[in-house]
């Protein structure tokens, strides 16, 4: 018997019956998260954002949080979610959703308070905002969903965008003379010692995004503990920003915004990593996930 | 004859994909190929061959939620005739 | 509106018999910048709140501040935000969506040398939002009208502006806080606590029409529509004035907030001395009490409006009177050298020569020239 089956010409077999549920099998993975009303939305083929939205969705009901949660949404084109989470949910304005969430936390600080927000709107427009509630250590998670463009209005440059990346104002690459350089917006908020936990995620292959949720859950978790102001950035894909094939969304993103905004956690427990140490440990790990997929099955 | 263990498998809402192909490189084993026809959207859709191990991989790279994911109580076996040689 | 207990009477400065009224109508949450004159109410409610169980915290921008209020706003608690005109002009783009969010929240403006009456009234913000605005005479009617803030906030989902200014922040005087009861209103079952999480009944609240999936969401214009049909029911309920010697008067004096103190006075001084004027002070700025300005110039050969700028509330009297007598501004820019607060021309002296020069000579009258600041 052999595993071998995938030629040059893409896998061989017949196509099977993928319409209905088969029997003598057990379900392993839902087809979304209890906390989405459903599945639909308008986001563009290839968009990273449902991704990161999965897993938030999935680490929130695991800790049994459901019940106590309150989210608060930025604006971009994650701000369609906001009626379609089943979460308690407060609208802010573009940039605005930190002091939004303070608010919330310090009334109801038994609740999981959470933010929502785009690069453009929380490393642009709202700098300010996310470097203060984290400074002052307000017991609240924002989760930033990066994509180095707004993509709402258009696609073009933010704070977050890397040098040589195809943006709408940017299309032969940001470049520094003229647009200055990137901020690193994890790193920035390490350095706060308000800031209890923080991570940088991204969604730009399956095992990517089982690191980011368990991301999730450490962050939540020292919520939940009172530790103080947790992060968890997502690098998401944006195709249709980057003016770039869907399909190549992943690749492009690891390679350049991945590469500037390195995947890992950059605080833990009073500990701050460098881009290079975070550089080495994924490193490490790929080695790791390659072994496990060879294997077969990744641990969820 | 070759015999292909499939250990998983999927369903497909072909209805609500939107042809982005990130399940088609997600997938380890490469079992997903995407179809000639279109759905009512208009996007050509993935569709399943044998060889699944349901690690979930294309579920958590979709971003329309298009996949439920099956492990099988016993692998399930396939036999299928062999690839055609390249020409050289 | 009942007075429920007696407190003690002390002296105290407006900012702290403010900051004690917040706390009395049930405010626990506030957050502001420090600016100069709203400073000292910012303070006495970070002393005061967490005594009373509340947050009071020092946020790092005007437009944090408001954006924390929200917040705490959105769980349904009581809570507020202010600063000084030069402030509130940053809050803008917050107030115009809290109120399409339909939050209750209560901003104070401790006005500067400069009058804010046309960004009050008017909004600084965007689109058809509309605040509710309560100018308070002096510190005793200050205290009253924060507590009458907070209810009517509540009872019409819709933030309400207390507008006070220099003089009422610092002035010191014996007041007692006293708690007014007011009618009961319905509890805030849209208030987002986090308990709606997946019951398929989470809440939302938001400016912007949406709803939840499978609710059904007005849409943008409907939810806006509805919002300025709201407006139209405050405009016809919640107006407030206070008129005096005004059925017999030829010259009708027009003033609000701590200046329509000084025009009070005089014009009940000429009143004493036999002189027909009389006098009108709105309370609420907004809904602007047309009818009460309209009847109470209904009879006079001249209105004369004072205001301590080069005219803004002036428009609105415009609007009440419809040219049936003309309208003299007999007020002025006037302030003190900081800019922030007391000019000379806030002096009963100067004021009475000027409402006389109108009385007697009419709207064609001159005026004695406006006094000077030595200090520039």
């Known amino acids: ?300 | 004859m070759t015999t292909i263990r499939s250990r998983g498998t999927v369903t497909i809402d072909t209805d609500t994909c939107k042809g982005c192909e990130l399940c088609i490189t997600a997938c380890p084993p490469r079992v997903l190929s995407m179809t000639d026809e279109v759905n009512h959207l208009g996007y050509r859709y993935p569709q399943l061959h044998p060889g699944c191990t349901g690690c979930a991989a294309c579920l958590m790279v979709c971003p329309d939620f298009c996949f439920e994911v099956f492990r099988f109580d016993e692998p399930v076996m396939t036999e299928i005739a062999p690839a055609a040689e390249e020409p050289s | ?376």
């Not at chain 1, 690891?254 to 590469?259: A, I, P, S």
């Not at chain 3, 005479?137 to 989902?157: G, M, N, P, S, Y």
């Not at chain 3, 200046?259 to 009070?264: L, S």
């Not at chain 3, 021309?345 to 000077?372: K, N, Q, S, T, Y």
């Open chain 1, 1 to 300: 018997m052999s595993d071998e089956h995938v030629g040059a010409q893409g896998p061989a077999g017949p196509v099977l019956d993928t319409s209905a549920a088969p029997d003598h099998a057990k379900k392993v993975a839902d087809l979304k998260p209890d906390l989405l009303l459903t599945q639909e939305h308008n986001m563009c083929p290839g968009c990273g954002e449902p991704l990161a939205l999965r897993v938030y969705l999935e680490a929130l009901q695991e800790l049994g949080v459901t019940q106590r949660s309150i989210m608060v949404a930025g604006i971009g084109c994650y701000t369609a979610f906001t009626s379609t989470v089943d979460v308690d949910l407060v609208q802010a304005l573009h940039g605005r959703a930190p002091s939004v969430a303070t608010g919330a936390k310090r009334m109801r600080p038994e609740a999981v308070v959470f933010t929502l927000q785009g690069d453009g709107d929380m490393v642009n427009e709202g700098l300010q905002e996310v470097l203060h509630t984290a400074a002052r250590g307000e017991k609240v998670t924002c989760i930033l969903l990066n994509n180095g463009v707004f993509g709402e209005t258009g696609g073009h440059m933010t704070a977050t965008s890397v040098l040589g990346q195809r943006t709408k104002n940017t299309l032969d690459g940001r470049d520094a003379e003229y647009h200055g350089y990137p901020i690193l917006i994890g790193d920035l908020i390490a350095r706060l010692q308000g800031a209890a936990y923080v991570a940088r995620g991204s969604v730009h292959n399956a095992g990517a995004v089982a690191r980011t949720k368990k991301m999730f859950r450490r962050a939540f978790e020292s919520q939940l503990r009172g530790d103080g102001f947790s992060f968890v950035e997502v690098l998401t894909m944006c195709p249709t920003g980057w003016f770039i094939p869907t399909g190549d969304g992943p690749d492009y993103m690891h390679e350049t915004l991945g590469d500037v905004h390195v995947m890992g956690e950059l605080k833990v427990e009073g500990v701050v990593k460098t881009t290079e140490e975070l550089h080495d440990e994924n490193v490490a790990r790929q080695r790791e996930v390659e072994h496990a997929l060879e294997r077969g099955g990744l641990d969820r």
């Open chain 3, 1 to 376: 509106m009942t007075v429920v207990a007696t407190a003690d009477r002390r002296l105290m400065e407006g900012s702290e018999a403010m900051a004690e009224a917040a706390i009395a109508a049930g405010c626990r949450f506030f957050a502001g910048y420090p600016m100069t004159p709203f400073t000292e109410l910012l303070e006495h409610l970070a002393k005061k709140l967490p005594e009373a169980g509340g947050v009071c915290i020092n946020a790092e921008s005007e437009l944090e501040a408001v954006g924390m209020a929200w917040g705490a706003l959105a769980t349904g608690a009581r809570a507020a935000t202010g600063s000084t005109g030069q402030g509130l002009s940053l809050m803008q783009e917050s107030f115009s969506e809290i109120t399409l969010a339909e939050l209750p929240l209560v901003v104070f403006n401790m006005a500067r040398g400069q009058q804010d009456y046309f960004q009050a009234t008017r909004g600084g913000g965007h689109g058809d939002y509309r605040h509710l605005v309560l100018a308070p005479l002096d510190i005793a009617e200050a205290v009253e009208l924060t507590q009458l803030a907070f209810h009517l906030a509540d009872k019409w989902r819709n933030p309400v502006l207390v507008y006070g200014d220099y003089l009422l922040a610092h002035t010191h005087e014996a007041v007692s806080v006293e708690r007014i009861d007011f009618p009961t209103l319905p509890s805030k079952a849209w208030a987002v606590d986090g308990s709606g999480g997946g019951t398929g009944d989470s809440r939302l609240v938001t400016p912007l029409g949406l709803a939840k999936h499978g609710h059904e969401a007005p849409g943008i214009e409907r939810h806006l529509r509805g919002i300025t049909a709201k407006h139209a029911d405050i405009e016809r309920e919640e107006q407030r004035a206070e008129t005096a010697f005004c059925d017999d008067a030829e010259t009708v004096v027009v003033a609000f907030g701590t200046p329509a103190k000084f025009a009070r006075y005089v014009v009940s001084q000429l009143r004493a001395e036999g002189e027909k004027v009389g006098y009108v002070r709105p309370i609420s700025l907004w809904p602007y009490p047309f009818d009460a300005v309209a009847e109470a110039t209904e009879g006079a050969s001249t209105v004369a409006v004072f205001e301590l700028c080069a005219g803004q509330m002036i428009d609105d009297v415009r609007l009440a009177v419809l040219g049936r007598a003309p309208i003299v501004a007999i007020g002025g820019i006037s302030t003190d050298g900081s800019g922030f607060g007391v000019g000379p021309l806030l002096d009963a002296e100067i004021i009475r020569d000027r409402v006389l020069a109108v009385h007697r000579g009419g709207a064609e009258a001159e005026l004695p020239p406006l006094p000077v600041n030595e200090r520039g």
